[in-house]
């Protein structure tokens, strides 16, 4: 059964650049039928599309975040990355990594996600 | 990219069906049949219910329904049940290969 494990620092200075890591455990990330995604949900609202990386490094960002975000993702250690420079306390939120099947029954939809890491912005 | 939009609260008495819209546009909704509804309680991550607008993942149960007419999709809860109170959002994909989720409805089981 896959597992995802999103891990980093809970607080972040304003300014400075929030990275986190998600470990993808009893699956390979390496599968060409995924994308491995970052999803984040401020307290007490909705849902917000980051972003999603493909295991050869291809990247889609959310417009919004675009000019912040990176998304990597290192195929050796089964992790995938997420950057977001110039932080402010409006970044303040849990943060997920989810997987989206592109290929098979099931497409196009988050199937998998972590339990979620909460990171505060503040000095 | 604009949120998709749904209604801020539903609710039902157990055994009553519900409905939960969400609107989008043409560059997303209407655009391809890739809308997901996921499930969220408290403190938990989203699990997903829907997907391909009326497809249930193994193990939902087929109380859970889902269409979709034009730019708007919609998700059924029939025979309200205690446990389905939660959070529910929809997703679709978009023209420009991205994804966007929705404000997010609150289900009350009166």
């Known amino acids: 059964q896959l597992q995802m494990q999103e891990s980093g620092p809970g607080l972040v200075k304003p300014s400075e650049t929030l990275s986190l890591t998600c470990t993808v455990s009893?699956?390979?990330?390496?599968?060409?039928?995924?994308?491995w995604g970052w999803i984040r949900q401020p307290p007490g609202k909705g849902l917000e599309w980051i972003g999603s990386?493909?295991?050869?490094?291809?990247?889609y960002y959310s417009p919004s975040l675009k000019s912040r975000v990176t998304i990597s993702v290192d195929t050796s250690k089964n992790q995938f990355f997420l950057k977001l420079s110039s932080v402010t306390a409006a970044d303040t939120a849990v943060y997920y990594c989810?997987?989206?099947?592109?290929?098979?029954?099931?497409?196009?939809?988050?199937?998998?996600w972590g339990q979620g890491t909460m990171v505060t912005v503040s000095s | 990219q604009s949120a998709l939009t749904q209604p801020a609260s539903v609710s039902g008495s157990p055994g009553q069906s519900i409905t939960i819209s969400c609107t989008g546009t043409?560059?997303?909704?209407?655009?391809?049949?890739?809308v997901s509804w996921y499930q969220q309680h408290p403190g938990k991550a989203p699990k997903l219910m829907i997907y391909?607008?009326?497809n249930r993942p193994s193990g939902i149960s087929n109380r859970f329904s889902g269409s979709k007419s034009g730019n708007t999709a919609s998700l059924t809860i029939s025979g309200l049940q205690a446990e389905d109170e939660a959070d529910y959002y929809c997703?679709?994909?978009?023209?420009?290969?991205?994804?966007?989720f929705g404000g997010g409805t609150q289900l009350t089981v009166l």
């Open positions: 009893g699956g390979s990330i390496s599968s060409s039928s995924y994308y």
């Open positions: 989810a997987r989206r099947p592109i290929f098979g029954v099931l497409t196009n939809a988050f199937d998998i």
């Open positions: 990386i493909y295991y050869s490094g291809s990247t």
């Open positions: 997703s679709s994909y978009t023209s420009s290969r991205t994804q966007v």
């Open positions: 391909d607008v009326s």
């Open positions: 043409s560059s997303d909704v209407g655009a391809y049949n890739y």
